[in-house]
């Protein structure tokens, strides 16, 4: 297990900084900020009702630039970011020049590594042609856009307020500005959901004519509205062979048209659609999380923020880092980590990352269908079509 560490006592080891900067370096930007808040949400946001006077998108981006700086002191020499991804919340309530403020503070701090990949998440009922042109002045290069579904019905059920044929406006807004990497999001299962209403979600995503689109199954959060309504048998709750089945309709539509998966739940259309950011995620990258609740890795020191926007700034204002606890990640942690994470891309794991049980477990998964006998005989645990639906099972079986 990891070790947790007082946050009062937070400092980076010099075994954490140790070979900084030789492997990829991100920036995540947490933007706590909705106008609603979806029913199926369990993520760090606020709407203004529930903040009041509390806190503001100003007084959150002044922390914002505090933290930022407090970070490149604390890495040392901090290297150049090779990825930035702005997300939420809804970071397109900003707006573009707020958007364009949260990356010069970056660019401040930290810089930009020559090529960087700079991504933010949009609504699309935020969002216009002056937003998106206003993005790419910014400097940013890739948006991401949620659709969720194109079937009003489910979006309801999900409780989100953009018209269904916005999203796919807004992916061609996003082009027709210069932008060549635009992701749309869908969740499937969702309870109502029909196979014909994925149908003609897959449809409006392809002919938007996005380069990348992340597909996720509806999960039912502790805590959330549709958790209530769920438990009170006001809806059922997603199927697992349903999930399966949608999960199969999807791939196959949108390997079809040329965007194959590189990960479970992300499909792209080449190599440079991939998303960089999250590969840093996937591969043990390391990256600073900056904003409320926001959360961090840097060689094997994992650490997370405040989460109330009010109390993030109020300790940044007094010339603290905003860091609410943290850990120092164990060999077995990071080996469960690295199994868990890379078995999930295309590529697969090297069979070099597992003791000898695992590999025992490798082969008797690939003489089951769940691992790929060409990826076995090339040193790699690759998942099969099937093995992607039982993905997490495989896992627990390599690292048992």
């Known amino acids: 297990m990891s070790t947790a560490v007082s946050p009062d006592a937070f400092v980076l080891p010099s075994s954490a900084l140790r070979g900084l900067g030789t492997r990829p370096f991100g920036v995540y930007v947490h933007v706590p900020f909705?106008?609603?808040?979806?029913?199926?949400?369990d993520f760090n946001t606020y709407t203004a009702g529930?903040?009041?006077?509390?806190?503001?998108?100003?007084?959150?981006?002044?922390?914002?630039?505090?933290?930022?700086?407090?970070?490149?002191g604390m890495l040392g020499t901090p290297p150049a970011a090779d990825t930035v991804?702005?997300?939420?919340?809804?970071?397109?309530?900003?707006?573009?020049?707020?958007?364009?403020?949260?990356?010069?503070?970056?660019?401040?701090?930290?810089?930009?590594?020559?090529?960087?990949?700079v991504t933010t998440e949009s609504n699309p009922e935020s969002t216009s042609p002056e937003f998106f042109a206003g993005l790419r002045d910014a400097g940013y290069t890739r948006v991401s856009l949620g659709m969720q579904s194109a079937a009003p019905h489910v979006l309801r059920i999900l409780d989100r307020v953009h018209t269904p044929g916005r999203p796919v406006a807004a992916a061609r807004e996003a082009r027709a500005a210069g932008f060549e990497h635009v992701n749309l999001?869908?969740?499937?299962?969702?309870?109502?959901?029909?196979?014909?209403?994925?149908?003609?979600?897959?449809?409006?995503?392809?002919?938007a004519g996005v380069d990348h689109v992340s597909a996720y199954a509806l999960i039912v959060e502790d805590g959330t509205a549709l958790a209530r309504r769920v438990r009170k048998g006001e809806l059922p709750a997603p199927d697992d062979d349903v999930l399966a089945a949608r999960y199969e309709q999807l791939d196959a539509a949108l390997s079809?048209?040329?965007?194959?998966?590189?990960?479970?739940?992300?499909w792209a259309a080449s190599e440079q659609a991939r998303c960089r950011h999250n590969l840093g995620y996937w591969l043990g990258g390391d990256w600073w999380g900056a904003g409320p609740g926001a959360h961090s890795h840097v060689g094997g020191v994992r650490w997370w923020n405040v989460k109330h926007p009010a109390?993030?700034?109020?300790?940044?204002?007094?010339g603290e880092v905003p860091v609410a606890g943290h850990e120092v990640l164990t060999d077995a942690d990071r080996h469960l980590e690295r199994v868990m994470l890379e078995l999930r891309l295309a590529e697969g794991l090297p069979l070099t990352a597992l003791d000898s049980g695992g590999v025992r477990e490798a082969r008797a998964a690939?003489?089951?269908?769940?691992?790929?006998?060409?990826?076995?005989?090339?040193?790699?645990a690759v998942l099969t079509d099937r093995g992607r639906l039982l993905a997490d099972a495989v896992v627990r079986r390599l690292v048992s």
């Open 85 to 117: 991804f702005v997300g939420g919340g809804t970071p397109s309530l900003l707006g573009a020049e707020g958007l364009a403020a949260v990356l010069d503070a970056v660019r401040r701090s930290f810089g930009l590594a020559e090529g960087a990949e």
């Open 311 to 318: 109390r993030y700034a109020s300790v940044l204002a007094d």
């Open 34 to 41: 909705c106008a609603t808040r979806c029913g199926y949400c």
């Open 185 to 207: 999001d869908l969740i499937y299962g969702t309870p109502g959901e029909r196979q014909e209403d994925l149908r003609d979600s897959l449809d409006a995503v392809l002919a």
């Open 366 to 380: 690939a003489a089951e269908g769940l691992l790929t006998g060409d990826g076995l005989a090339e040193g790699r």
């Open 50 to 72: 529930e903040l009041g006077t509390a806190a503001s998108p100003a007084s959150w981006l002044e922390g914002l630039r505090r933290e930022l700086d407090l970070a490149a």
């Open 256 to 266: 079809s048209a040329g965007l194959h998966w590189y990960e479970v739940s992300n």
